[in-house]
């Protein structure tokens, strides 16, 4: 019999935690070593089956990160950029591979967390749904296909809880376009636009916001052209889509040498 992965979850009474802590308990192949919130966290002590309506698992949630750690082989991030930086480099500490969800981060953090991978296994993606990456996959075909003579504009809309914009799915599917066209995002990108703002410059890619409600997540990439017009769609309906995703990642990262790693690399998506 195979052994199982034993994974640690963190931000684990977060929606997204909520949502790994019921895929990892599902699969058989997958076993929780540990359920992670912050130190003032109402969810303390809580057994993580019991946080979410399942049966009791007897993982208490805890606030001790480095003592979670030692019983898992992966650490399962979904929280916000500084704390997921901090669980990096306990990652890099413990020697443990790390699948980071959150979203949101800047350069500087993006460049801490290359040079982490240059000492641990490292998945990295802005969306683990396997849809979204087939999108992100069809999005690249599309652009090479369409060329320069399509306009592309980039639709997002999510919950309003949601802290940043445009989305990591929303720029990782720009900076897939961008790249099939062999043209820099962040000089081409608009972010927004408001009053006279003349027309529309050939060969940017535009971004639209939407936040509101309990939008889990809608992406759509419009190719417009003279005549006709592509979209590339995706809604997600669920977060247990991305939960299921990040576990995938984990199981394929967990055997792999020091590097950073996509969900591209995970599902084969390269080339
Ligand atoms: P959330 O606010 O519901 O959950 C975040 C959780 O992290 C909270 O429970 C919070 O208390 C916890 N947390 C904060 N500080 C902590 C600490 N020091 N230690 C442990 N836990 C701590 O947010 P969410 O909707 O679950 O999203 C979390 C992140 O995941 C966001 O960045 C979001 O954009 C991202 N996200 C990514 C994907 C993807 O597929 N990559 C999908 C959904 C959400």
Redesign the pocket.
């Given at each position: 019999m195979t052994q199982s992965l034993a994974v640690a979850i963190?931000?684990?009474?977060?929606?997204?935690?909520r949502a790994l802590i019921e895929a990892t308990l599902r699969n058989s192949a997958l076993q929780l070593a540990a359920a992670?919130?912050?130190?003032d966290?109402a969810a303390l002590g809580i057994d993580a089956g019991a946080l979410i309506g399942r049966p009791v698992c007897g993982i208490a949630i805890t606030?001790d990160?480095p003592a979670a750690l030692v019983s898992a082989a992966v650490l399962v991030d979904?929280?916000?950029?500084a704390?997921a930086l901090?669980?990096l480099a306990d990652c890099v500490a413990a020697g443990k591979a790390i699948v980071i969800?959150?979203?949101?981060f800047n350069a500087a953090q993006k460049e801490e967390i290359a040079a982490a991978a240059r000492v641990i296994p490292i998945c990295m993606?802005?969306?683990?749904?396997i849809g979204v990456n087939v999108c992100l996959k069809l999005s690249e075909i599309a652009a090479q296909l369409l060329g320069s003579n399509y306009d592309i504009e980039i639709i997002e809309a999510h919950h309003r809880?949601?802290v940043?914009a445009p989305?990591?799915?929303a720029l990782a599917l720009g900076e897939a376009v961008a790249g099939a066209l062999g043209i820099d995002l962040r000089s081409n990108a608009v972010y927004s636009r408001e009053g006279q703002i003349g027309a529309r410059v050939a060969g940017t890619i535009g971004f639209a916001t939407v936040r509101g409600g309990d939008v889990i997540?809608e992406h759509s990439v419009l190719f417009l052209g003279d005549g006709e017009r592509v979209e590339i769609s995706h809604k997600a309906s669920s977060?247990g889509n991305?939960a299921v995703?990040?576990l995938r990642a984990a199981q394929w990262l967990a055997p792999q040498p020091p590097g950073l790693y996509s969900m591209r690399d995970v599902l084969g998506l390269n080339g």
């Open positions: 963190l931000g684990a009474p977060g929606r997204m935690g992670i919130a912050r130190d966290s606030a990160r979904f929280t916000q950029p704390v901090a669980a969800g959150t979203t949101g993606a802005a969306n683990y749904s809880h949601k940043d989305s990591g799915t997540g977060r991305f995703g990040a």
